[in-house]
C-alpha cells in the first residue's frame, strides 16, 4: 500500500501497482509511456498528441480519450473503471469531488515548481505503476542531460529572457515555475524570475523596464501573437530584445514539451530554448546529448525505444531549428527594413505638415501685422 499526500493535502492510499489508469494531463500519459507502463493506460486527454505510440493506441481504441483537461467526461471515466485517475490542479476541484463522489479514487499532482520536482513525480509515477527500476534509470538519463545542458551555458553569459504566455492582460512564468528552471538551464535568466510566484500578471511597461534581450511567445492554446504584433507595439522598439530583431515564436512540440504539463519532454524544452538564447552552442550540445543518449539506447536496455525515441527528437530539433532560427531573422530583418521606410515616410510627412504648419503660422502673423498697420494709418488719417 502506497500513501500519498496530494496537492490538496488529501492523503490517498493506492495499491500497487495498479492495473489501470487515467491520465488526465498530456505529460502525466507521457511519463507512463516513457516508464513502460502504456498498457495499465485506460484513458487519456484530447490533448495527448505525443509520442507516435501512444497516438497509435488511442486510434486502434486501446486507450480512450476521456475529454479535456478542465472537462473531463466523467460519466465515461467512469464507465472505463480504472484503478487510479491521475490528475493535476488544471482540472476543476468540483470534477475531482464527484469522481470521489462515484467512487473513483483521483490522485491530484502538484504543479511542479521545478525540474527536480518533475523528477520525484516521475519517481512517484513509476512506484504507482510497479517500474521503479525503469523510474530510477529514466530519472538517470535526465539528470545526466541536464547536466550536460547546464555545463556548457554556464560558460556562456546568460541572456535576459521574457517568455509571453498570454498579452492582453500580459502573463509571464515567475520564479516559483519549472519553467524558470528550463530558462536557466538553456542559458538565460527569467527577467521575472526574482518574483515568488508560478506566474506573473505585469504590465507592457513593466517589462520595457526590465529590457529583456531575447522575447519568446508561446504560441498556442488561443495565444497568436507574432513577432511583428511585438514589434509594433508601442514602446517596445526600446527594448534591446527588438532592437537586435530577437523575438521568437515557440510553438507546435516544441511548445508543447515545455508549456503543458511536463514529462521527462522537459530536457527538449530546454533544448529549443538553446536554439534561441546561443545559437553558436546548438551543433556541440546536439552532439553531446546525442552521444549521451546513445550510450543510453546501448547501456541501459531497460529503457530501449524511449531513449532512441528521445534521441531521435533531439536530431528531429537539431534539424528544424537549425534553420528556423535564421529565418525567423530574416523575417524579422524585412520586417524592420519596412518599418524603417515607414518610419521615414512618416517623418517625411511630420516635416512637410511642419512645414505648412509654420507657413500658416507666417502667413496669420503677416495678416495680423498688415491689420494693425492698416489700423494705424486710419488712426493717423
Known amino acids: 500500500m502506497l500513501r500519498v499526500k496530494d496537492a490538496y493535502g488529501e492523503v490517498i492510499e493506492i495499491e500497487v501497482p495498479v492495473k489501470s489508469i487515467v491520465s488526465l494531463a498530456p505529460g502525466i500519459a507521457e511519463t507512463i509511456w516513457f516508464l513502460g507502463a502504456e498498457d495499465k493506460l485506460v484513458g487519456v486527454t484530447r490533448f495527448c498528441n505525443w509520442p507516435p505510440e501512444l497516438v497509435e493506441l488511442i486510434k486502434v481504441g486501446k486507450v480512450k480519450v476521456v475529454g479535456g483537461i478542465v472537462d473531463p467526461n466523467i460519466e465515461e471515466i467512469v464507465a472505463l473503471k480504472p484503478d487510479l485517475v491521475i490528475a493535476t490542479t488544471m482540472t476543476p476541484r468540483d470534477i475531482i469531488a464527484k469522481l470521489r463522489e462515484l467512487g473513483v479514487k483521483v490522485l491530484v499532482l502538484p504543479h511542479p515548481t521545478s525540474i527536480e520536482d518533475i523528477v520525484d513525480q516521475i519517481r512517484l509515477i513509476a512506484k504507482i505503476t510497479g517500474r521503479v527500476e525503469y523510474g530510477d534509470k529514466l530519472c538517470g538519463v535526465l539528470e545526466k542531460l541536464c547536466s550536460v545542458l547546464s555545463n556548457v551555458t554556464s560558460e556562456r553569459p546568460r541572456v ?99 508549456y503543458r504539463y511536463p514529462s521527462p519532454r522537459v530536457v527538449l524544452a530546454a533544448l529549443y530554448l538553446l536554439a534561441y538564447f546561443h545559437p553558436e552552442l546548438t551543433c556541440d550540445v546536439y552532439a553531446r546529448l546525442i552521444r549521451e543518449l546513445v550510450g543510453a539506447t546501448f547501456n541501459v536496455t531497460v529503457l530501449g525505444e524511449k531513449v532512441t525515441s528521445l534521441r531521435q527528437e533531439v536530431e528531429r530539433i537539431k534539424e528544424v531549428y537549425s534553420g528556423k532560427v535564421s529565418e525567423l531573422e530574416k523575417q524579422l530583418g524585412e520586417l524592420r527594413t519596412r518599418l524603417e521606410k515607414e518610419v521615414e515616410i512618416r517623418e517625411e510627412l511630420q516635416r512637410e505638415a511642419q512645414f505648412w504648419q509654420l507657413l500658416a503660422i507666417v502667413m496669420v502673423v503677416v495678416l495680423v501685422l498688415l491689420v494693425v498697420v492698416a489700423l494705424a494709418r486710419r488712426r493717423r488719417s
Open 160 to 258: 535576459r529572457v521574457y517568455l509571453e504566455l498570454w498579452y492582453g492582460p500580459i502573463w509571464t512564468v515567475g520564479g516559483a515555475n519549472y519553467m524558470n528552471d528550463v530558462i536557466e538551464l538553456a542559458g538565460g535568466v527569467n527577467i521575472f524570475g526574482d518574483t515568488n510566484t508560478t506566474y506573473v500578471s505585469t504590465s507592457d511597461e513593466e517589462v520595457i523596464k526590465r529590457n529583456p534581450e531575447v522575447i519568446v511567445l508561446c504560441r498556442g492554446m488561443g495565444y497568436r501573437f507574432t513577432p511583428r504584433d511585438v514589434v509594433e507595439r508601442p514602446g517596445w522598439g526600446k527594448i534591446d530584445a527588438v532592437k537586435s530583431l530577437r523575438v521568437y515564436v515557440l510553438e507546435g512540440p516544441a511548445l508543447d514539451a515545455l
